[in-house]
């Protein structure tokens, strides 16, 4: 069954918009901040976060490194992230706005 989803995945090349929301709802889980998150975007490994609470934003700024390792587990750990997608890939960097 888990090979007929992934083969249903690629040929309606749904990989791309299902990684990215599995990136969104990693970065939920990691950061804790999904109430204060107001804006994501997500694009050649970076993912870009608006939030509505500067305090939080100078305190994860400092957590970026440690946030990003701990995104990719999760991502690692979700079983519709598909890891071979070039165009939605891993985590590499974190930007706060």
Known sequence: MEEVVE?????????????????????????GAERYTVRRFFRGGKLYITLN???LRSMLFLQRAALTDKIN???????????DDPKVPFVKEIILK
């Open 7 to 31: 083969l249903f995945i690629k040929d309606l090349r749904l990989a791309a918009g299902l990684n990215t929301q599995c990136v969104f709802r990693a970065w939920d889980k990691a950061s």
């Open 53 to 55: 609470s500067s305090a």
């Open 73 to 83: 587990i999760l991502l690692r750990q979700d079983p519709l992230f598909t890891t």
